[in-house]
């Protein structure tokens, strides 16, 4: 595994949130989290990414013991995180946002990239930031994750307070990072979405890992089907939904993403 987390507990001072969390994501891998508001989440996302130190446990990254280092070291080693509720900064452009995410300076070619995926920031790239769209706004918060050149990118909640169609459209970026190589740790209210993208899934419950596997078992179980991806009506617009998702991930892989 890339990044492996073993009984770890954490929280905010000594109240713990987490219980004795043990989750893996292997190279190249998109691992999601899914779970209800206030189940841990970003909790877990912070603690991999060294916002947050652990109570108890341990965390390694390609064999690397990593839970006391700092978050600069572990962006170091290729630990990126784009945290909820996206937080770019409003009143910069985007080439200034962009340039806050790379610890070790201006960085031309990786600019370049992350503008080849994202063509809207090369657009509008002496924009202030506070007049995007929210699609936009994550776009660039990823891009700012990405410009670290991270091996592995946590991402929590890109959905937040998206349409139905910019979730399509930045979970379908996300499946396009995986095909690049990155590593994936995708924290997620929205269940569906997450799934039809990840490899595999935990879900987390009161700060506890309750059910993991394949996400398309995930996916297909009535217990999760349930509890986390609605039913009836929205069921049937979340079908939808899947399946635009799907054109469009085929489209990506067609053009050779
Ligand atoms: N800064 C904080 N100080 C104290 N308690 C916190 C803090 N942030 C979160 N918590 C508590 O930790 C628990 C887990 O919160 P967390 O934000 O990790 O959940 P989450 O799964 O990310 O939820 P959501 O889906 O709403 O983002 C909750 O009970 C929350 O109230
Ligand atoms: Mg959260």
Not at 36 to 48: D, E, M, R
Not at 148 to 159: A, H, K, N, V
Not at 219 to 234: K, M, Q
Not at 249 to 256: I, K, N
Request: aromatic content about 4%; overall charge neutral.
């Amino acid at each position: 595994m890339m990044l492996e987390l073993r009984d770890i507990s954490a929280g905010y001072g000594s109240d713990a949130v987490l219980h004795g969390i043990g989750l893996g994501v292997g190279a190249g891998e998109i691992v999601t989290l899914i779970g209800a508001n206030g189940a841990g989440k970003s909790t877990l996302a912070k603690t991999v990414s060294g916002l947050l130190s652990p109570l108890t446990g341990e965390i390694y990254f390609e064999g690397k013991r990593i839970d006391r280092l700092t978050t600069a070291a572990r962006l170091k080693l290729g630990i990126a995180h784009v945290p909820e509720g996206r937080q770019i900064f409003a009143g910069m452009t985007v080439a200034e946002n962009l340039a806050l995410g790379t610890p070790r300076g201006a960085d031309a070619e990786q600019l370049d990239w992350v503008c080849d995926l994202f063509p809207v920031l090369r657009e509008r790239m002496e924009s202030v930031a506070g007049n995007f769209s929210g699609g936009q706004q994550q776009m660039l918060a990823i891009g700012r994750g990405l410009m670290s050149r991270p091996r592995l990118l946590i991402l929590d909640e890109p959905s937040l307070g998206l349409s139905p169609l910019l979730v399509s459209e930045i979970f379908t970026l996300i499946a396009g990072l995986r095909a690049r190589g990155l590593s994936v740790l995708l924290a997620e209210q929205n269940a569906r979405a997450a799934l039809s993208i990840a490899d595999r899934a935990y879900v987390i419950e009161n700060g506890r890992v309750t059910l993991s596997g394949a996400a398309s078992d995930l996916l297909h179980s009535p217990e999760i089907a349930a509890r986390y991806l609605g039913v009836g009506v929205a069921t049937a617009a979340s079908a939808d939904q899947s399946a635009a998702m799907a054109a469009r991930l085929r489209q990506f892989a067609w053009d050779g993403v």
